[in-house]
Each structure stands twice: as C-alpha cells, then as structure tokens.
C-alpha cells in the first residue's frame, strides 16, 4: 500500500505514515497517488540531496530507532526551567526585603534602646530625689522598684522632707552613703 498524501510505501493496513506525518485512512480527492501507479514527486537537480541516497539512507533507518520528540517532555523541561527561574527570582527577592527588613528592626532596636538608656537615667534622677512612704509604720523610705515597698497605701516626699521627719532610707534600696 501507498500513502495517499507522499506516495511512500507503507504496511498494508496502516493509518498513519510514518514518512510524512500524516493520516492516510481517509484519501483525499485531490490527492495524485489515488491510482495504483505511484508517480513520486520531481525532485530538483540543483538541491542537495539526491533522491538514491535518501532511498538508501531511509532502508538503513528503522522506525523504532528514529528519535521522537515528545511534546510533553518538551512542555515538562519548559515548566522546570520556569519553577527553576521563579525559585532563584524568590530567593532573590527576600533576600533583598530581609536586608532591607534586618535594617529597618536595626534602626528600631537602636532607637528603643537609645530611648531606655535614657527613661533609666530619667528613673535614676527620680529615685535619688524621691522617697516612698508606705504608710506600715516601719520608718523607712524606699526607692520605686524596692521589693520591700508596699504599694498598696504610701505617700511620696523629696528625700529632704523624708530625712527632716525621721524616715530612714531602706538599706536594700538606698546605698550606704545615702543612709547617712
């Protein structure tokens, strides 16, 4: 049997041509191989390839040995060379937003700590210059932060008016020197 498209021989039977691609189950009415002469097509004299190495070179070939490139190979490389793309253009991008993240919480830690080196100098001219009263009876004065100092009823004096009325300073919270 011949294709109906190319003119080729091929298997008694077959639909497809493996030579031109194409299906050959259904003739076509304008096609010149319908007849049971086959009349192959005129090649150029000037082209080059020749038509009797083509002949040899095609009984040479199996078919089962002929390279197929599979579409779906082709479209499974394209998706992994993109996921492949994407992955570096990610990293890549955080890296750059964690660097300009790590400098932002940089900035922020230094201006809080800036900040509570100076609420604790602020802390430390109020405790040298306050005394807290718990009114217990005890006769002490204490610093804020004091774990002797009862919070829950006290008064508060400059550590002047605590030392003309008697109050002794507390000697966990004050240091010897104010003691005296």
């Known amino acids: 049997m011949n294709c109906l498209r ?3 021989q091929i298997p008694d039977g077959a639909s497809f041509c493996e030579e031109c691609a194409k299906t050959v189950s259904h003739p ?5 191989y319908l007849s049971n002469r086959v009349i192959l097509p005129v090649r150029k004299a000037g082209s080059a390839r020749s038509a009797a190495p083509k002949a040899a070179k095609k009984t040479e070939r199996k078919p089962e040995q002929t390279p197929k490139h599979s579409r779906g190979a082709v479209a499974f490389l394209s998706v992994v060379v993109f996921l492949l793309m994407a992955l570096v253009l990610g990293v890549s991008l955080l890296y750059l ?3 300009r993240d790590t400098a932002a919480l940089e900035q922020q830690v230094s201006e809080l700590e ?3 080196a100076r609420l604790e100098r602020e802390k430390a001219f109020v405790d ?3 005394a807290y009263v718990p ?6 004065y204490h ?3 004091c774990v002797y100092f009862d919070r829950s009823s006290f008064t508060v004096y400059d550590v002047n008016t605590a ?3 008697g109050l002794t300073p507390c000697e966990y919270c004050h240091s010897a020197e104010e003691a005296q």
């Not at 076509?28 to 010149?32: F, G, T, V, Y």
């Not at 009114?135 to 002490?140: C, K, M, N, R």
């Open 6 to 8: 190319c003119g080729r």
């Open 163 to 165: 030392k003309a009325r």
């Open 97 to 99: 937003n964690g660097n």
């Open 135 to 140: 009114f217990d009876g005890s006769g002490l």
């Open 114 to 116: 800036e900040k509570n």
């Open 28 to 32: 076509l009415e304008e096609s010149p």
């Open 128 to 130: 040298e210059r306050t």
């Open 143 to 145: 610093c804020s932060d």
